[in-house]
């Protein structure tokens, strides 16, 4: 059977399914409107904030779990990763001579894992994991990483095809752990034994997650890595879940989507829903600024619409330490947070610290101003409007508008614009929601088809108008 035959075969059965497993309460695409999520029959906007990426790993983790839902947050990224001080890894390390068996678990890593599982159903909390971290893969995470032949009892260098060094930045791609699957660049036959291992990984790993409702799957963190691998492995895991009647939706991460147009990686997937069941574009919310961030997550947008109606998801919205990448600073990490739902995503979270706002008190009130925005306009309902805005300056301010029945404005700081609601019937009324309290401002009546719109300061302000 060929590769392209599978991932037919693959396509069809997931769409074979879609609509008739037992697992109908689980999380997928909103029946109405597939650009976003459903869970359990209802849509639902998922918005995050964490202090870590492998919150599993994380202490002190049902208090840090309630402290976002409290703020309004219902969806967290979990790294399957080891790299920080003090993390575990998954396979069990001998006390004598502290090798690994890559045949045994570390069961303590395990069951940190399945708590999480656990603490977010709980709390209706969507988990999006990246099971490949290629940064615990090269220099020194990697001298410590069971995978490393130097560190196991299961292989060696010569019959693994693995170095004990790879001091390279992992955007360099030289890692064969990346390229197990046959066909890949680095591919070879001693690689083998590594693709087993890493598919008893994978298989442990849904052990747990296939009996929640509440998990997307991603398969790497910033790849650069030619898009079979991670093809390879959204096959495997959605096979899997069909045994279990149960249908999953899964995507990569590429490293390069903050400039879409020029990635290939990225344009197919968006060019392949088979493969690719939602869109995850974080990296866009990196080096990109202001108006240019909107415009490029516009094009991605308008770019998926050619194929199949997809959630665009951005588990990571950076915005913290103005890195020479591109970091930005943490209002910038606000703003490409509100343009991104105000955009069209169905979802955004801020970035762990120090490159994003984390759970920081401006984070927590952005997530509160958004869910009070959703107490009047629900963002499935609308669609980008900024033809009715006149009087604009870029990235002064940016509509999203349900026809003629209801209006949007972010205001990422302070500004002045006029909002054309001719073709609109009945009364209006503006309501203000700042995003550095997250709470209800002014409220006044609208009595003009031409409504001028000043915000109450620059401290970034939510306007909506509805009848």
């Not at 060929?2 to 693959?10: A, E, I, Q, S």
């Not at 894992?113 to 988990?127: K, M």
């Not at 020029?262 to 866009?284: N, V, W």
């Not at 309290?437 to 509805?466: H, M, Q, R």
Request: charged share 20%.
């Amino acid at each position: 059977m060929t590769d392209k035959f599978r991932y037919v075969l693959c396509f069809f059965i997931f769409t074979l399914f879609n609509c008739n497993t037992r697992n109908s309460q689980d999380i997928r695409p909103y029946s109405q409107n597939p650009r976003y999520w459903q869970y359990k029959g209802k849509p639902v906007l998922l918005l995050g904030a964490t202090k870590n990426d492998n919150l599993f790993q994380t202490e002190n983790l049902e208090k840090h779990l309630d402290s976002l839902k409290h703020a309004g947050g219902n969806y967290i990224r979990n790294t399957m990763s080891s790299r920080d001080d003090g993390d575990l890894w998954p396979f069990y390390q001998r006390p004598d001579d502290g090798l690994y068996d890559l045949d045994l678990w570390n069961d303590r890593y395990w069951q940190h894992f399945e708590s999480l599982l656990q603490l977010t159903a709980q709390r209706d909390i969507f988990v999006q994991i990246e099971i490949w971290d290629r940064f615990d893969y090269s220099r020194d995470p990697w001298r410590l990483n069971p995978f490393n032949p130097g560190n196991n009892i299961n292989y060696t260098v010569e019959e693994s095809g693995l170095a004990t060094d790879y001091p390279q930045h992992p955007s360099s791609d030289v890692q064969p752990f990346f390229h197990s699957i046959e066909g890949l660049p680095l591919y070879n036959d001693k690689l083998r034994i590594i693709q087993n291992y890493q598919q008893k990984f994978v298989d442990k790993m849904l052990f747990y997650t296939k009996q929640y409702g509440n998990v997307l799957y991603c398969m790497d963190n910033e790849t650069s890595t030619p898009p079979r691998w991670g093809q390879y492995w959204m096959d495997y895991i959605r096979l899997e879940a069909q045994k279990q009647k149960k249908t999953v939706y899964t995507t990569d991460m590429f490293d390069h989507f903050f400039k879409p147009r020029q990635c290939e990686s990225c344009l197919q997937a968006i060019r392949q829903p088979e493969f690719y069941g939602f869109l995850d574009i974080s990296q866009i919310n990196s080096r990109n600024f202001a108006q240019a961030h909107w415009d490029t997550m516009q094009w991605v947008l308008q770019q998926r619409d050619k194929y199949a109606l997809r959630p665009v998801n951005n588990v990571k919205v950076y915005g913290g330490n103005n890195t020479g990448w591109g970091s930005g600073s943490n209002q910038d990490g606000i703003e490409r947070f509100c343009r991104n739902i105000m955009g069209g995503c169905a979802s955004a979270r801020h970035h762990r610290p120090p490159t994003g706002n984390g759970l920081n008190h401006r984070a927590q009130s952005c997530l509160k101003a958004v869910r009070l925005v959703e107490q009047y306009v629900r963002f499935w309902d609308t669609q980008p409007a900024m033809d009715k805005l006149s009087d604009r300056q870029a990235n002064e301010a940016y509509l999203t508008a349900k026809e003629n029945q209801q209006f949007v404005l972010y205001f990422p700081t302070g500004g002045q614009v006029t909002l054309d609601i001719t073709g609109s019937t009945g009364d209006f009324e503006c309501l203000w929601i700042s995003v550095a309290d997250g709470e209800l401002g002014t409220v006044s009546n609208v009595n003009t088809k031409k409504i001028e719109l000043t915000t109450p300061d620059s401290t970034g302000w939510f306007a909506v108008i509805t009848k």
